[in-house]
């Protein structure tokens, strides 16, 4: 046999040999291997999980792009041709896609998902929604549509199972109401995804993948000290210290295997559990849930060496001697240049983009990936040696804070790897909140608009007769209080520039109070209305024409604004900024004709829980693919806050995770001091002592970690906003959330390591001779 | 509470102690009269070390009494005994006593700390012990960093900076080699002396117990006591 | 123990020779300061050695100018050096009478009912007592003190090292004594 077959054959008894120890080690040995396969099985479900994310989401895409119409199309009708219209409906917080389908010939196309053309009165809706129709809890959503159901759409139509879906057939689309296909599938390209919400989603990957990498490399270390006296005994009977390195890498291997066996069976649970309770909007088929095979397989590949890496690495800094353990780390100073590259490089990869991302090339996101990324690693390095400096420095104080302070005096390294994680995940949730926050300013401004009186905004697609029997259908729904129409002309004064032309907007005094504050208001009243950074406009002759009309169209007439016209402040557009120009009450057009209505308002019973959904239904029967707006549409700002609770939530479980490995250091750390423990309560030294020191040992690192990821947190989420072209502020609320969460769990595994001590420091624990 | 003279300091009266099945204490009395150094010899296993920390207040014995200057231990809170230990007792122990991350003299200082001292106070008076028992030098030295015999002296000095009535000291030499065994019990036996305070001495070393004033014999939990020569 | 006492004076004086011819009163001197410890030797001890050796060729005499008995120096020949060399080189027998008195005590006591535990603990405390002494004694004395007393204390150490394990085996050895259980007991004994 040659000679390198041998060595081979060696190396795999030796990690054989580890193997079998980690399982022989009796009770603390199962213990050990199963904390670590627990550990690494939580952060591989994690990593398969992200894996899976890209996956899901572009099956999902990719059917939800076959399905789209594409507006930009300009066809003429043939026989392989369909008018379609898009629905968006929306039934007690469920959100309805949509389509009206009238197919032009025989060759029409169908949508995916479709397997018969659709006469007017039919219609085919999802699973999901016929269940809802079928159901008490849709008796009212039934009138909406008065067609009968042929069909359902298949999987191939849906984003996924849950979602609400129905194909309208019509007869009733004209040109210019309905978009002309010849087949569906989106040919160009919208540019992916906006660049805030890839922003967003950068971030938070980032955010949540560190911690769960730093806290498998925390697992893998879990119970080290045991093992590291036992590889010691082996010294003692003759292995040397490659051996000893093979045994713990062969140890730590069992454990990772185990762990990416626990990991995927997690992985497939959460997979079974997301699949039943994800909103109906983000569901997708059990099918769509695989991780993208590459990265799954560099998950099964990575982790296990990552695992054997951190464990060869951590045996370098102790020498396994014969009769002990010598920890090698006691008097080596942390150098701080190195550790500030990262940062440094962080900041300097986001630099470029201090002004916004507006203009930036593609391929930004990776910038900004890999600059937040080493940011938050660079928090993780920056950590020990923050933690070193400062606990260095500290001193005095009770006889607790002293135990505390030498202990982490002479190892800080077991804590800070703990802390470490909660430093990194806590700077992300800093950062992303603050960046949330200013998303959130940005998009929903307080319109200061009264919803007193109107909550709800039909946008018509057409404009119509305001006195029109379709307003008296309105009106005439139950819990409907006030309809209130408005209209509009654009109207330009004599001889301004003809581009420099305003918008009139004309409606009864309740409705024109949406779009500006006035104290008083009667039939006859024309107002100017001014906002932030625009010259009020004039009193004075105006030429006013119909909306889609150019400036310099014959039909233009000419208005006058009176010089009693009262200056108004404007109330913020939902989305936009606050707009100026005019409004006048009907009665103040004298002579004009009123133009077409193209937006309703509506005003319902608040203590009517079903009066909107009455009214999109009588808004659906006058035109399917009418749009129902709230006037306030607080609902970004729900949708934004509840990614904020998210966000939290997860903060929380990440800390949690965190505070169940400190509390694995600590009740090992106990564990060995048993003797020691038992010696100090001879001395007469009180339990709230020994617990103080527990507590301020485990703290302390944590304050030290949170400090400065509120630092580093804030810091980030002031670039975020830069980049984001936000207002620059700091997020107290999220900072605030953050520590107090981090605050509870570190006195929380305080509280779970007291019964672990109480019991050690029974008299027993003197008797070790 | 006034002792006259011939009252011991400390007493125990048939005391009895099961761990299981293990009879460790079967009868077992003894008295320890103030300023004295009594050796408790015995073979392993013979209940040396239960004996001691009943005597302690560390174990509570399943019946018997244990009086310290005329109060009954039993009778006493668990926080009652803590405080009696810290401020009545000493101790020291074979080995792992010292607080590794604490410097030897922070170490030697805790005890009074214990007690409520202040640090600078507590680390002057430590400071004293240390070079009384010839130790200055590693004051600043974890106990690590310590060579097994510095420890132990380290570890009496420990014992003795509260000025305790009692000292117990369980087989302190065990783990050194006999000079440095003989420097420890004769720094430590002369510095008991000069305190007045009484020292349980556990032992099976008989040029150990030959530092006492008087031995007593544990076997199969019961106590074979030498007479108080006066 | 006689005998071994004045051999090793003998030597003892052979071996002060070494460094140089003395006189007898010298020789004295010098023996009582290093060995005496309280037993210091006579002046017909010294002479009665010195003339033995002389007859044994061990030392020789060199007279000096001038008369009387006192002024005759003693040299130590080679055949003296070699004595010495091969009696330093020689193991001492080991002396085991105390365990043999004390062992037919013990066994006495067990023949006759009386409680062998009493024999020993009585023994223990005396040794104790007199180590007691010792340890005191050296406390206060010089590094020979010390040395010596040591010496004395290791000794006593190992009597009653041999006490505490003959205690742990009184009832084996009761039981092999007094013959109950003989054959178990012996069976044990020699395998
Ligand atoms: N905490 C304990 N649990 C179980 N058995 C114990 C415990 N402490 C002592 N023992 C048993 O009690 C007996 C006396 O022990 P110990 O007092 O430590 O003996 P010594 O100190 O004389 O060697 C022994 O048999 C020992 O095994
Ligand atoms: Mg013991």
């Keep these: 046999m040659s000679a390198p077959v041998a060595a081979r054959a060696r190396w795999g008894s030796e990690l054989a040999l580890g193997v079998r120890l980690s399982v022989a080690g009796g009770r603390s040995g199962w213990v050990r291997l199963a904390m670590i396969s627990l550990g690494v099985g939580l952060g591989v479900a994690m990593l398969f999980l992200a894996a899976t994310l890209p996956a899901v989401t572009a099956v999902r895409d990719a059917r939800v792009t076959a399905r789209t119409v594409d507006p930009q199309q300009s066809i003429p009708r043939a026989a392989d041709t369909l008018l379609t219209s898009e629905i968006k409906s929306e039934f007690r917080g469920r959100a309805i896609y949509g389509q009206q389908l009238q197919p032009e010939g025989d060759r029409a196309p169908l949508p995916p998902g479709v397997s018969r053309r659709l006469a007017p009165g039919e219609m085919v809706v999802s699973p999901a929604l016929g269940e809802l129709l079928a159901s008490g809890d849709g008796a009212l959503l039934r009138d909406r549509w008065p067609a009968r159901i042929v069909g359902t759409i298949g999987p191939a139509g849906l984003s996924g199972p849950q979602e609400y879906a129905v194909y309208l057939g019509t007869d009733r689309l004209t040109d210019t109401t309905g978009h002309r296909v010849r087949s569906f599938g989106k040919s160009w390209d919208d540019g992916g995804m906006s660049p805030l919400l890839v922003l967003l989603g950068v971030v938070g990957l980032v955010v949540l993948l560190l911690p769960v990498m730093i806290f498998v490399t925390t697992a893998v270390r879990f119970g080290g000290e045991a093992r590291d006296r036992q590889l010691a005994a082996l010294r003692l009977v003759g292995a040397d210290a490659a051996m000893t390195r093979r045994i713990a890498a062969g140890e730590t291997l069992a454990g990772a295997l185990l762990g990416l066996a626990v990991g995927g069976l997690l992985y497939l649970a959460v997979g079974l559990l997301l699949s039943r309770f994800v909103p109906p909007g983000l569901s997708f088929y059990p099918s769509d849930f695989r991780p993208v095979p590459v990265l799954a397989v560099l998950v099964v590949v990575l982790v296990p060496v990552v695992a054997v890496l951190v464990t060869l690495s951590a045996l370098r800094r102790v020498v396994v001697e014969p009769l002990g353990v010598v920890r090698r780390s006691g008097d080596r100073r942390r150098r701080l240049w190195w550790r500030l590259v990262l940062p440094v490089a962080g900041l300097a990869l986001l630099y470029p983009m201090r002004n916004g991302l507006s203009g930036q090339s593609t391929g930004f996101e990776y910038q900004v990936m890999a600059g937040v990324a080493a940011l938050l690693v660079g928090v993780a390095l920056l950590l020990p040696w923050v933690v070193d400096a400062v606990v260095r420095r500290l001193g005095g104080g009770s006889v607790a804070w002293q135990l505390a302070v030498r202990r982490l005096q002479l190892d800080s390294g077991t804590a800070v790897r703990a802390v470490s994680g909660i430093a990194v995940s806590v700077a992300g949730a800093i950062a992303l909140q603050g960046l949330l926050a200013a998303v959130e300013a940005q998009f929903s401004p307080e319109t200061g608009r009264d919803t007193a009186q109107f909550q709800s905004d039909v946008m018509l697609r057409q404009p119509l007769d305001p006195s029109g029997s379709w307003v008296r259908a309105l009106r005439s729904t139950p819990g409907v209080r006030a309809v209130g129409p408005t209209s509009s002309f654009r109207a330009a004064a004599a001889g301004a520039a003809p581009d420099a032309d305003t918008t009139l907007t004309v409606g009864d005094c309740d409705v024109l109070r949406l779009f500006a504050r006035l104290d008083s208001c009667a039939d006859g009243d024309s107002f100017i209305v001014t906002a932030p950074g625009t010259a009020a406009l004039r009193p004075g002759t105006y030429a006013v024409r119909e909306r889609s009309l150019p400036a310099t169209d014959p039909s233009a007439q000419s208005w006058t604004l009176p010089a009693a016209a009262r200056t108004v402040p404007a109330h913020a557009d939902p989305g936009l900024d606050a707009q100026s120009g005019l409004m006048a009450t009907p009665g103040a057009l004298a002579g004009l004709k009123r133009p077409l209505a193209d937006d309703v308002y509506v005003g319902v019973d608040p203590s009517d829980p079903d009066a909107l959904d009455r009214v999109r239904n009588a808004a659906a029967h006058l035109d399917p693919s009418v749009l129902v707006w709230p006037v306030d549409p607080r609902s970004i700002e729900n949708a934004l806050a509840s990614i904020r609770q998210g966000l939290l939530a997860g903060a929380t479980a990440l800390l949690l995770l965190i505070g169940a490995s400190m509390l694995v250091n600590v009740a090992e750390q106990l564990r060995e001091r048993r003797r020691l423990l038992a010696v100090l309560v001879a001395f007469g030294t009180r339990r709230a002592t020994l617990t103080g020191s527990v507590l301020y040992q485990m703290a302390i690192p944590v304050a030290l970690g949170l400090g400065l990821a509120v630092l580093t947190g804030s810091g980030l989420a002031m670039v975020m906003q830069a980049l984001a072209s936000a207002p620059i502020s700091a997020d107290w609320f999220g900072i605030g959330a953050t520590s107090a969460v981090a605050a509870l769990v570190v006195l929380l595994t305080t509280a779970a390591s007291l019964p672990l001590l109480w019991r050690l420091t029974r008299p027993g624990g003197l008797r070790s001779e | ?230 | 123990m006689c005998i071994v006492a004045v051999m090793s004076v003998g030597f003892a004086l052979l071996g002060l020779l070494e460094s140089g011819p003395r006189h007898g009163y010298d020789l004295k001197r010098s023996y009582d300061q290093r060995f005496g410890q309280g037993r210091t030797l006579h002046y017909g001890q010294v002479y009665s050695t010195l003339a033995r050796l002389l007859k044994n060729g061990l030392v020789e005499v060199e007279s000096e100018p001038g008369d009387g008995p006192d002024r005759k120096r003693y040299a130590i020949t080679s055949a003296g050096v070699t004595d010495v060399a091969t009696w330093l080189s020689q193991a001492e027998r080991p002396e085991p009478y105390l365990q043999s008195t004390l062992y037919t005590k013990v066994v006495l006591a067990l023949l006759t009912g009386r409680d062998a535990a009493d024999v020993l603990d009585a023994q223990r405390a005396e040794h104790l007592r007199l180590m007691r002494e010792l340890t005191r004694r050296k406390t206060g004395g010089d590094l020979a003190d010390q040395l010596v007393c040591d010496y004395a204390l290791f000794h006593l150490e190992a009597d009653l090292r041999w006490l505490e394990l003959t205690a742990a085996r009184l009832d084996q050895l009761a039981g092999q004594v007094t013959g109950h259980a003989a054959g178990q007991v012996v069976g044990q004994v020699h395998p």
């Design chain 2, 1 to 230: 509470m006034v002792n006259s003279a011939n009252d011991p300091l400390l007493a125990a009266d048939d005391l009895h102690l099961s761990f299981g099945s293990t009879q460790a204490l079967n009868s077992a009395s003894l008295r320890v009269y103030a300023g004295e150094v009594l050796a408790l010899m015995g073979p392993s296993g013979s209940g040396k070390s239960t004996l001691l920390h009943c005597l302690a207040g560390i174990l509570t014995p399943d019946t018997g009494r244990v009086t310290y200057a005329g109060r009954d231990l039993s009778a006493m809170s668990d926080s009652e005994r803590s405080a009696l230990r810290r401020t009545e007792f000493g101790f020291v122990f074979q080995f792992g006593q010292l607080v590794p991350e604490l410097t030897c003299l922070e170490n030697v200082a805790l005890p009074l700390r214990l007690a409520g001292v202040g640090r600078r106070q507590a680390q002057g008076a430590a400071a004293g012990w240390l070079a009384r028992l010839e130790v200055a030098d590693v004051a600043q030295k974890r106990p690590g960093q310590a060579s097994g015999g510095q420890g132990q002296r380290v570890a009496v000095a420990r014992a003795l900076v509260s000025r305790p009535r009692v000292i117990f000291a369980d087989e302190p030499t065990g783990a050194l080699d006999s000079l440095n065994g003989e420097r420890v019990m004769q720094l430590f036996i002369a510095a008991a002396r000069d305190t007045g305070a009484a020292v349980v001495l556990v032992t099976h070393e008989p040029r150990v117990a030959a530092y006492s004033g008087r031995e007593a014999v544990v076997r199969d939990g019961r106590v074979r006591e030498q007479e108080y020569a006066l």
